[in-house]
């Protein structure tokens, strides 16, 4: 099991073992970049960003609470370094996406792609802590749970945002004519 294989690299790291961390790093570095990529739709924030949550993951060690996933403790650390770096920038552009698949004509291909980037600027026009539901709970597939862990919220308030979030994101999609009237 993952969890248990992460305690037992975590407990090889705090005695000592640097090497173990080096293979947390490998195993969730790219769900990550990902998140803050998604977060921050720019790539050299995305890294630093990257780089900034293992740092501090590393430095903190220590008050990491077995009880659980590391994961979702540096995923946490990703979020809030995001929402950190988007509020001293102030800004939001569209997102920059080619989730094309290589088996598609080029018409098929150009209209995916598109598609995914008018999807993606759409999702750009929700509020930091909508747009964050969203990525969490479809775009990364966490349950509610993980989620409530990674926002520190309650469960219930994570489905009663998010509720509110696709509200929002259909309306948008509608207005920029992406879906119909659902």
Not at 16 to 21: A, L
Not at 64 to 89: G, P, T
Not at 111 to 118: D, I, N
């Amino acid at each position: 099991m993952i969890e248990q294989d992460d305690a037992i690299l975590i407990r090889q790291c705090l005695e000592g073992q640097s090497k173990s961390f080096e293979v947390l790093i490998d195993r969730y570095q790219k769900g990550i970049y990902n998140a803050a990529f998604r977060m921050l739709n720019n790539v050299q924030d995305a890294e630093d960003i990257t780089q900034s949550v293992f740092i501090k993951a590393y430095e903190n060690l220590n008050s990491f609470d077995f009880k659980h996933k590391f994961f979702n403790w540096i995923y946490r650390m990703a979020i809030n370094e995001s929402l950190n770096l988007m509020k001293q920038k102030k800004r939001f552009a569209g997102m920059e996406a080619d989730y094309a698949s290589t088996d598609d004509s080029p018409e098929e291909m150009f209209e995916a792609a598109e598609l995914s980037e008018r999807i993606g600027s759409s999702l750009m026009c929700l509020s930091a802590e909508h747009r964050i539901l969203i990525i969490l709970r479809h775009l990364q597939d966490l349950s509610y749970r993980e989620v409530s862990y990674i926002l520190e919220i309650p469960e219930k308030t994570v489905k009663s945002r998010l509720f509110t979030a696709r509200q929002i994101f259909k309306d948008v999609l509608m207005k920029r004519g992406i879906v119909k009237n659902a």
